[in-house]
């Protein structure tokens, strides 16, 4: 266990990285370190005390701030791509003003450190899709993306205003095995391994041949340990890191799940997804992380399949 003065806050601990998140910090910093909070508590958060928190609510969360002597905030709630186009106004607010709340609190020195998620949403169709740079065009056409990029300009503005330490990553679809994804366009990854294993088949909101950039959980949440762990002058970009994985479509990863399922099928039915995923990168271009903080990623595509359907096989009954 790390031995340090931190106070850890997750805010959205109950979703996808969340759950995921709280277990890691959990056990670099101790359990009795960590504070998860969400809308209401979860199966999945068992590693850390909890504390019920609407993320709109200023003056609650600066009562847990203050009352846990919090020191870092780890803000993950937000409404994703999907469940973002379909209620835009709400997605608005939530996931500027939960922002706001948490800026502001490190603007007034309550707390030391924020660790804030974009996405490659922050990317629309304008972008170069393939290998797309750190710095680019940048025209997204959800309101997702809209409010991440939002976002990552009050980021950079805090910090160089105000000196607040933000720090952030763009990340790409995340897949992962212990939680449930919550409402993005990537979230077929994450549903076809469970469907391969209970039914032998999946129908795929995205169609045969969109490539999108994917990452296994683990290598996000080092990810992110890591750059919140990295000296104050390693983190020359105050807006959001470019973070790469590896970029697959579902046939791609389909055919991957064959090699270890022979008898899986998949069949196509593209929904409104189909046009946000569509608006995104194929591939990212992460040199600057790379540079800056000594990212490296570890999953390609068989060993992220292979760890899947391992470890959800467990999880799934006979
Ligand atoms: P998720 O939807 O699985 O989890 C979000 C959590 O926030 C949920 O547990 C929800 O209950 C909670 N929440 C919602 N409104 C809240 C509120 N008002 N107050 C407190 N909690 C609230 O999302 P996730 O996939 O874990 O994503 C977390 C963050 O990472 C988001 O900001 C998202 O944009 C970003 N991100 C995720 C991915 C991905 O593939 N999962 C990719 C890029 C960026
Ligand atoms: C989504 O699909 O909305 C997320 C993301 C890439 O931000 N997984």
């Given at each position: 266990?790390?031995?340090?003065?931190?106070k850890i806050l997750i805010?959205?601990?109950?979703?996808?990285?969340?759950?995921?998140?709280?277990?890691?910090?959990?056990?670099?910093?101790?359990?009795?370190?960590?504070?998860?909070?969400?809308?209401?508590?979860?199966?999945?958060?068992?590693?850390?005390?909890?504390?019920?928190?609407?993320?709109?609510?200023?003056?609650?969360?600066?009562?847990?701030?203050?009352?846990?002597?919090?020191?870092?905030?780890?803000?993950?709630?937000?409404?994703?791509?999907?469940?973002?186009?379909?209620?835009?106004?709400?997605?608005?607010?939530?996931?500027?003003?939960?922002?706001?709340?948490?800026?502001?609190?490190?603007?007034?020195?309550?707390?030391?450190?924020?660790?804030?998620?974009?996405?490659?949403?922050?990317?629309?169709?304008?972008?170069?899709?393939?290998?797309?740079?750190?710095?680019?065009?940048?025209?997204?056409?959800?309101?997702?993306?809209?409010?991440?990029?939002?976002?990552?300009?009050?980021?950079?503005?805090?910090?160089?205003?105000?000196?607040?330490?933000?720090?952030?990553?763009?990340?790409?679809?995340?897949?992962?095995?212990?939680?449930?994804?919550?409402?993005?366009?990537?979230?077929?990854?994450?549903?076809?391994?469970?469907?391969?294993?209970?039914?032998?088949?999946?129908?795929?909101?995205?169609?045969?041949?969109?490539?999108?950039?994917?990452?296994?959980?683990?290598?996000?949440?080092?990810?992110?340990?890591?750059?919140m762990q990295a000296p104050?002058?390693?983190?020359?970009?105050?807006?959001?890191?470019?973070?790469?994985?590896?970029?697959?479509?579902?046939?791609?990863?389909?055919?991957?799940?064959?090699?270890?399922?022979?008898?899986?099928?998949?069949?196509?039915?593209?929904?409104?997804?189909?046009?946000?995923?569509?608006?995104?990168?194929?591939?990212?271009?992460?040199?600057?992380?790379?540079?800056?903080?000594?990212?490296?990623v570890k999953y390609d595509?068989?060993?992220?399949?292979?760890?899947?359907?391992?470890?959800?096989?467990?999880?799934?009954?006979?």
């Open positions: 266990m790390l031995s340090t003065n931190e805010i959205g601990a109950g979703g996808q990285i969340g759950v995921e998140l709280t277990e890691n910090l959990s056990k670099i910093y101790g359990a009795a370190n960590v504070i998860a909070s969400d809308l209401k508590a979860s199966e999945g958060l068992k590693d850390a005390e909890f504390e019920q928190l609407d993320a709109l609510d200023k003056n609650a969360l600066f009562d847990i701030v203050k009352k846990h002597g919090i020191t870092q905030v780890y803000h993950l709630a937000a409404l994703l791509s999907a469940t973002g186009e379909q209620n835009p106004m709400f997605a608005w607010k939530l996931n500027m003003e939960s922002l706001f709340h948490v800026l502001d609190l490190a603007k007034e020195k309550h707390i030391k450190q924020i660790y804030w998620p974009s996405s490659i949403a922050v990317f629309g169709p304008t972008t170069p899709a393939i290998n797309t740079p750190q710095n680019t065009v940048m025209e997204p056409s959800t309101i997702y993306g809209i409010s991440k990029q939002a976002g990552e300009r009050w980021c950079e503005w805090y910090f160089k205003k105000h000196g607040v330490d933000t720090r952030s990553l763009r990340y790409p679809g995340l897949i992962g095995w212990k939680s449930a994804p919550g409402g993005g366009t990537t979230d077929y990854a994450v549903h076809i391994f469970h469907e391969a294993l209970k039914n032998g088949r999946y129908e795929s909101f995205l169609s045969e041949h969109t490539t999108l950039p994917m990452m296994h959980m683990e290598d996000a949440i080092r990810a992110t340990i890591e750059i104050a002058e390693k983190i020359k970009i105050r807006g959001s890191y470019n973070l790469s994985g590896l970029s697959f479509s579902p046939k791609q990863i389909a055919d991957e799940i064959k090699t270890h399922i022979p008898d899986f099928t998949i069949t196509y039915k593209p929904d409104f997804r189909q046009a946000i995923a569509d608006s995104w990168p194929q591939s990212i271009n992460d040199e600057a992380a790379q540079k800056d903080w000594g990212w490296k595509l068989p060993k992220l399949v292979e760890n899947m359907l391992v470890n959800l096989k467990q999880q799934i009954p006979a």
